[in-house]
């Protein structure tokens, strides 16, 4: 683990030696908010809860994610750095496990600076703050699901622009797989079982099970698996082209 807590340093201060990393932060809190209280219609609910809040992240994930993942690999094969990092000792899987931990870990920051919505909602009424920490639990494990997604991609292709361009086109393809849109193209020709399949693949049901506080295990495992099929894709993907 020493190796892979070394890499994450790294990289986890990489995202601050940059003002990027501040862009970032103030452009997710912003958007965030706005989508709660301008979009998310907060106010004239009449309810304290952060419902609002939390209907919106899966799509602010599916732009900021991707904005993150991207360079996670595609910079350092454009720069030749790959080859450097790769003759360090460490395994592939404590290089790819490193560099995600980190991204996450920064989308974590992200996440926890919004506390200050937490605090307004336990001000205004008598929120169930058990629901919220599920919720954020959840909001947490399906930013990892996306960046494990778009650090698989990243690592497919030396542009940052291809690698977040397939990032999304694909996190929009898991977000909508429970939608009718995409399961009527699948029943056309598909027996039952593939239909519910690939329902069961999308990450907007699983979330929105969570954010209704059912905490149901098979929705966390679904994610942290998710999560490590596309490590896994990743470090495969590397081994594939690092003789590119």
Sequence with gaps: MSAVLSVFRREFAA????????????IFL?????FTFYLGNFYESGQADLQPFFSFHPWLYLLLAPAVAM???????????LELLLTLPLTLWQAVLGKFLAAWAFLGLALA?????WITVAWLGDPDHGVILASYLGSWLMAGAFLAIGGALSAATRSQVVAFILSVVACLLLLLAGFPLALDVVRGWAPLPLVDAVAGLSFLTHFQAITRGVLDLRDVVFFLLCIGAWLLATVLVIDLKKAD
């Design 30 to 34: 912003v958007l965030a908010g706005a």
């Design 113 to 117: 600076l919004t506390f200050p919505m």
């Design 71 to 81: 360079r996670l690999w595609a910079e350092e094969r454009k720069s030749g750095t």
């Design 15 to 26: 995202y601050f030696a940059t003002p990027l990393a501040v862009v970032f932060l103030v």
